[in-house]
């Protein structure tokens, strides 16, 4: 098994939104691999943060590639708009309350060229995504409780990217593990440690002077 590069994909959520280009620029040229969009409709999640409009915006931005993050109820109904927004990735949930049919909105965004995800809550088994894994370019494993920013990293949740590194390494090792939620220097290196590497961080980035130092301390350099 080759050794998976880290990849760092900061969440746009934790940015400061009245300069937004300029902290989309800032954070391409500290090293940024990815950039993360998280999109939350108040009934899938407790809060509300941005649509497709948003997403576009930071496309003209940037080059990177848009990390689409949808913690939303009907996904499959919203999906156009965000591939006409210029999401490179979007990952939709497993759970029954996002309402909507997880393998066939898995193989719209395949068939629209987009890379497919899916995500699991922290109260949400393993076995709910099993099925899928085959048709996944990248799981993600919720470290915190999806919906706010800032919460504590929950280590429990390792023994969930174990078993997706496990399958991974039986089936070619192809599948993105992603994991997102109180990411930090020490917690990235727990996770890459069990098999992420895809690691999504907004405060740990967006709040520090240099995003440039902060994206390395993650990569554990």
């Keep these: 098994m080759t050794h998976q590069k ?24 500290a090293g940024s691999d990815w950039l993360h969009l ?8 407790d809060n509300i943060s941005f649509g497709p409009a948003v ?8 080059k990177l590639p848009l990390d689409v993050h949808l913690m939303i109820e009907h996904a499959d109904h919203y999906l156009p708009r965000f591939f006409e927004a210029g999401a490179n990735s979007i990952t939709i949930h497993v759970e029954p309350e996002a309402n909507h049919d997880v393998g066939q909105t898995l193989a719209a965004i395949r068939g629209a060229g987009c ?11 393993f076995e709910a995504i099993e099925p899928y894994l085959p048709t996944l370019d990248l799981l993600l494993v919720m470290t915190v409780h999806p919906g706010f920013g800032g919460q504590a990293f929950r280590p429990e949740m390792m023994e969930k ?3 997706a ?4 390494d039986a089936n070619g090792g192809k599948l993105h593990l992603e994991v997102d939620g109180g990411i930090n220097a020490q917690t990235a290196k727990l996770s890459t440690e069990n098999g992420a590497d895809v690691l999504v961080a907004g405060t740990s980035i967006f709040r520090t002077k240099d995003y440039g ?6 990569r554990g350099r």
Excluded at 38 to 45: N, Q, R
Excluded at 115 to 125: I, K
Excluded at 213 to 218: D, G, N, P, T, Y
């Design 6 to 29: 880290i990849l760092i994909a900061p969440s746009i959520l934790a940015a400061d939104f009245s300069r937004l280009e300029d902290e989309v620029q800032r954070a391409e040229e």
């Design 38 to 45: 998280d999109i939350m409709d108040g009934h899938f999640v």
């Design 55 to 62: 997403v576009a915006t930071v496309r003209k931005h940037t």
């Design 115 to 125: 890379g497919a995800g899916l995500a699991l809550n922290p109260a949400t088994p």
């Design 161 to 163: 990217v174990k078993r």
């Design 165 to 168: 590194k496990a399958w991974r």
């Design 213 to 218: 130092a902060a994206i390395r301390e993650l």
